[in-house]
Nanobody
Framework: VQLQASGGGLVQAGGSLRLSCAAS????????MAWFRQAPGKEREFVAG????????YYADSVKGRFTISRDNAQNTVYLQMNSLKPEDTAVYYC????????????????WGQGTLVTVSS
């Protein structure tokens, strides 16, 4: 099982990026998926989660209204559209597969991607 995250890079404050996470080895269509991030010197934090159907989403307060999580089950891929980026969004972003059909900060996650670096310059 592999989760391959991509789409990170360097962007100016106010800019946008779209992260992708492609899963291979098995289907995760019936599991929630989420994005986490870890900034230098800080603990990993939950960013956004999406239910197996895509019908329900959950966002950290710090990204509400700026980030949008979505998924394409046919492609076994989850996305994170990030708009109005701020320097404090700088971090390594990880995708993860939930143990259930939902995704929130308190649910266990069984599979993790390798991370993609997002750097936002001021």
């Amino acid at each position: 099982v592999q989760l391959q995250a991509s789409g990170g890079g360097l962007v100016q404050a106010g800019g946008s990026l779209r992260l992708s996470c492609a899963a291979s080895g098995r289907t995760f269509s019936y599991y929630g998926m989420a994005w986490f991030r870890q900034a230098p010197g800080k603990e990993r934090e939950f960013v956004a989660g999406i239910s197996w159907s895509g019908g329900t989403t959950y966002y950290a307060d710090s990204v509400k209204g700026r980030f949008t999580i979505s998924r394409d089950n046919a492609q076994n891929t989850v996305y994170l559209q990030m708009n109005s980026l701020k320097p404090e969004d700088t971090a390594v972003y990880y995708c993860a597969v939930s143990r259930t059909d939902w995704a929130s900060p308190r649910i266990p996650y069984d599979y993790w991607g390798q991370g993609t670096l997002v750097t936002v310059s001021s």
